[in-house]
């Protein structure tokens, strides 16, 4: 049986889904999907941590489905600009993950995980497939990953 880890940018495929779609991703048709005859190594979210009610029950939802739920601070800027990024920490656990799994799943349309891919591919010979929606996924990330999966109407919540 095929072994992978699942890593989740939250706010990019939160805010990608809602910008095309004007409707949320569904953690729940997507893990249904990704862990069909598989075995599940690893599973991870990434997301920001606010003193929020919603977004605490979100991620108690998120690790009753079977996530590991990695926050980080959300910092808001004097100049109104934000921060809650988790690119190097999804790219060492992938680094990391690849060592333990035949395929790396990486939910996110940022361009910065190409190099990620490419060297997921190489350096370890794992496949890297990358769910992300098409409009706003970096062209540089679908072409570096072995497979792509547009987000489509099938993984939304209606």
């Known amino acids: 049986m095929e072994s992978i880890s699942i890593l989740v940018d939250v706010q990019n495929v ?24 598989r075995q ?3 599973a991870v979210a990434y997301a920001t941590y606010r003193d929020d009610e919603k977004q605490k029950q979100f991620q108690n939802i998120l690790r009753a489905i079977g996530f590991e739920v990695k926050l980080k601070p959300y910092i808001q800027r004097a100049d109104g600009s ?4 988790w690119d190097v920490g999804i790219a060492i656990d992938a ?12 939910v996110s349309g940022d361009g910065d995980f190409d190099l990620l891919a490419k060297k997921v591919i190489d350096k370890h ?10 409009a706003l996924t970096a062209a540089s ?6 497979r792509y999966i547009p987000i489509d109407s099938d993984l939304l919540l209606n």
Not at 18 to 30: A, E, G, I, M, P
Not at 95 to 106: K, Q, R
């Open 14 to 37: 939160y805010y990608t889904t809602r910008s095309t779609f004007k409707k949320n991703f569904d953690y729940n048709k997507f893990w249904a999907q990704v862990t069909a005859n």
């Open 40 to 42: 599940v190594v690893n």
């Open 82 to 85: 934000s921060k809650g990024d």
């Open 95 to 106: 680094m990391e993950f690849a060592e333990t799994c035949d395929t790396i799943v990486l």
């Open 125 to 134: 010979q794992k496949a890297f497939e990358v769910y992300g929606v098409q």
């Open 141 to 146: 990330l679908i072409s570096a990953a072995s």
